[in-house]
């Protein structure tokens, strides 16, 4: 779970594209992030648009954020039962956001990183090639900050670029290191979620144990129209990886 | 969890000592603390399912506390202990938590190894 507020400050430039109807094309998409809560973050909008246009979306999460260090407020899990926990949580935000097909990896949070690269990209490969995708969404490698989102990520763009050409799926990466701009450029996609801001908080509050207290933040900035907040439930913006 | 209860905790180790036990030990700041402080700065550690036994463990402080598991040839040491449990399988689970209640350090011991 990561929380944007501080980061987007000083990018305060007009939206440059809006993109929302090019989703309609696509055929299956994959959503693909080692956390449970990182697809509500970065992808609600987007999913549930996709529902919304009748195009299915699998939803590939790596682990079940068994390190994570919120446990709810008040307490609701320690560490040997946070695991099914986030479980619960994650099928609760894939049936708010119509994600109907979930697979889970089922590695160890904060362990990616030092798992066997190839085989982790094999792993990934393997289920691109068995589901067949038009779209792939995950993080842009070395802009993620998490060494979870990073390691994953590379894997995806790499198991993607092994792919024949005529059958590799597009890839929409979300970066959000502060120098992102900087290194990236603008984001290319921005897609318009204002329709479905409901689905998205409703899908970041299924995450209960991670989110309750900087939900109750958030829905209050929202309120008040907050530019910052305002973001969270309006636009989510992606880079095109190029191969 | 509830906050620690030190007789409950110190009888537990009690029990669990001289035999062959299953380790969690952990501490972390977070994957995030440094891009929340600005500092290039983040610290942890874990293992988990670390084979040990003690020939006595202690549990120390007025909160939060601390724990020392002495084995045959060294010692097992956490501090900031602030909640705990012992569960249905007869696991302790050690934890402290921040002011924010975000779990900070964790010393788990149990006779079967912890999933996954």
Known sequence: MFLLTVYDQDYREEWPYLTGRELQEERHVVVLFPHPDDESFVAAGTIALLNQYGIPVTYICATLGEMGRRMGHPVLANRETLPELRKQELERACAILGISDLRLLGLRDKTLEFEDEEWLISQIGDLLSEIHPSLVITFYPGHAIHPDHDALAYAAVEAVARMPEEIRPTVYCRAISPQRFEALGKPDVVIDISTVADKKIAAMKAHQSQTKEMMKELEQKIAAEEPEAMRWVQREEFWTYTF | ?116
């Open chain 2, 1 to 116: 969890m509830k906050p620690i209860n030190a007789d409950a905790v110190q009888s537990c180790l009690e029990r669990l000592k001289g035999k062959e036990l299953f380790l969690h030990l952990e501490t972390t700041s977070g994957a995030y603390a440094a891009h929340h402080a600005g500092k290039p700065f983040v610290a942890g550690a874990f293992i988990r399912n670390g084979l040990i036994r003690y020939q006595h463990g202690k549990i120390k402080g007025s909160g939060p506390y601390r724990v020392g598991l002495k084995m045959d040839l060294g010692w097992v040491y956490a501090e900031g202990l602030t909640h705990f449990v012992i569960d249905q399988r007869g696991r302790l689970l050690l934890a402290g938590y921040d002011d924010s209640g975000n779990l900070t350090v964790a010393l788990q011991l149990s006779e079967e190894p912890f999933d996954h």
